[in-house]
């Protein structure tokens, strides 16, 4: 059997601006491509949502590699041990991939990699999902940042590779049916509102640099308005790269000046994904342990009835109800109201922050392993740079300010469509006529809601002060 190259894809569904494939593809040999659905011990196995979307996004995939070439291959398991396996199965001498930064991934990878090196396997590892890794940024005193500004700062002045342009291709070949398990039945509503894929990520970039930037610092936190990018489920599976959308955007700043602005702002959220990714590197792991020591301690309430009513979108809270749905319809939720459905669990029901991330993991498709706990934990108050304990949303005032003609409740708690403006956010306040009205019976076509938020206020700000 002739000798191969196998490249190993996780993170990274892409054919442009993919380092692995890129120097795969270089060599004159067949080239093989493997995705592993990873079941090894101390790797988090990957959420309901987010591996709908895989599945969806490797079928993608699968045609677009075979255009050049790439025969791509599925398999669950362990991929310490499959990899080894199937690399010896196909003759491959080198075998590359693109790194990831979470410590036991890590750790797996190094011991892999220097096994397969023993077995006489060329082995090397590129970046295709960071602008700048972990060890390439750090303070003047050389330690880690925990404060995101002048994180952001010194990013910004980093030398940022450009994408990798075109890529060799080797002849066409017929494109495999992966064997891989059909589309969950929950998974429909999902479906109705993305299409996984490089080719939509392409298009979700372009249709935002062109069409919504100019809008995106006033009307990014309205949740009712489409104004931002929707990326996150392609940059999480890496169908798009950081630097892709960063060469992007700055492209379209030099050629139009007025809008460096609006672009400097987007620029800075994708760099608190890069944020992310620098705590998830430096510290142990963020999805079970406080970042801040000090609130290792708490003492969260256990209130099953109160977890499923929040998962459920059943809370009796308008606009945490409209997340909750939004959410769990459409595997995705705007930031502003994660920030509310996540303050509201974690500070006013006082039920412990992880229970939340874990439901936000197994439901949403952008469940991405740096951004989703450090966001956790920066809105529970535990987090680096987070938000201070005592900053306790209040779901109702902010659902008035940032939904205030109560479009996206409407949108996802039909049932108070019908309310006046004045009361959709706060319907447990509103008279008895105006709910007769519009057709609502509190406790019957919609919760009363399940904590009282003044005093879950002052319940947190006891139990959570330290
Ligand atoms: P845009 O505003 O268009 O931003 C572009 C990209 O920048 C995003 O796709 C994302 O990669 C990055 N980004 C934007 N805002 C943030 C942020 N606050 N923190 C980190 N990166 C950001 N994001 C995820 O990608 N995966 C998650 O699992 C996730 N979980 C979250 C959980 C909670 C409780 C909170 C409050 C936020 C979470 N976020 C998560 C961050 C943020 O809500 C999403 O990245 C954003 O809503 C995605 O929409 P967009 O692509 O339209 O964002």
């Not at 991934?105 to 220097?114: C, I, M, N, W, Y």
């Not at 930037?213 to 489409?226: A, E, F, I, M, T």
């Not at 142990?284 to 708490?298: K, L, N, T, Y």
């Amino acid at each position: 059997m002739p000798e191969t190259t196998l490249v190993w894809l996780r993170n990274d569904l892409r054919i442009s601006d993919n380092p692995a494939l890129a120097d795969a593809l270089k060599h004159d040999r067949p080239v093989h491509a493997l995705y592993v659905l990873e079941n090894d011990r101390g790797l988090r196995p990957m959420g309901a949502a987010a591996k709908a979307w895989l599945h969806q996004s490797l079928n993608v995939l699968s045609h677009a590699l075979a255009e050049r070439g790439v025969r791509l291959h599925y398999q669950e398991g362990e991929s310490g041990s499959l990899l080894p396996r199937f690399a010896k199965e196909i003759n491959a001498s080198a075998i590359y991939w693109n790194r990831r930064y979470d410590p036991a991934g890590r750790t797996h990878d190094k011991t892999l990699k220097a096994s397969l090196r023993e077995n006489g396997h060329v082995v090397e590892s590129f970046n295709a999902s960071l602008l700048v890794e972990p060890w390439d940024i750090a303070t003047q005193s050389g330690t880690p940042y925990g404060v995101f500004t002048p994180f952001w700062k010194t990013l910004r002045d980093k030398a940022i590779p450009d994408p990798i342009g075109r890529i060799e291709k080797h002849e066409k070949i017929t494109s495999p049916k992966l064997d891989m398990p059909k589309a969950p039945f929950w998974s429909d509503g999902i479906f109705d509102a993305w299409t996984p894929g490089e080719d939509s990520a392409k298009s979700a970039l372009a249709a935002f640099l062109e069409d919504a930037l100019s809008d995106y610092p006033q009307g990014r936190d309205v949740p009712s308005r489409d104004v931002t990018s929707r990326l996150s489920p392609y940059l999480r599976h890496g169908e798009i790269g950081p630097r892709q959308v960063w060469f992007a955007t700055r492209h379209l700043i030099d050629a139009n000046p007025s809008r460096t602005s609006a672009g400097e702002k987007f620029l800075s959220e994708l760099a608190w994904r890069e944020f992310s990714y620098h705590l998830l590197f430096h510290r142990p792991d963020i999805s079970q342990h406080p970042m801040q020591e000090r609130f290792a301690d708490i003492d969260w309430r256990t209130d099953t009835k109160a977890l499923h009513a929040w998962q459920k979108g059943q809370t009796g809270i308008p606009i945490v109800d409209a997340g909750m749905r939004q959410l769990w319809t459409t595997g995705w939720m705007h930031n502003r109201v994660r920030m509310l459905t996540a303050s509201l669990i974690s500070k006013n029901l006082l039920l412990d922050w992880r229970k939340g991330e874990q439901w936000f993991w197994d439901t949403l498709v952008d469940a991405d392993p740096a951004n989703n706990p450090a966001s956790w934990q920066w809105v529970a108050g535990c987090g680096a740079d987070a938000a201070p304990y005592f900053r306790i949303f209040n779901p109702v005032t902010q659902g008035e300010k940032f939904d205030p003609n109560g479009d996206y409740v409407r949108q996802w708690v039909p049932e108070l469509s019908d309310l006046p403006d004045k009361w959709v956010h706060k319907p447990a306040d509103a008279p008895g006529s105006v709910l007769a009205q519009s057709g609502v019976e509190l406790g019957k076509t919609y919760p009363k809601p399940i904590v009282d938020l003044k005093t879950s206020r002052t319940r947190a700000l006891e139990a959570l002060a330290r």
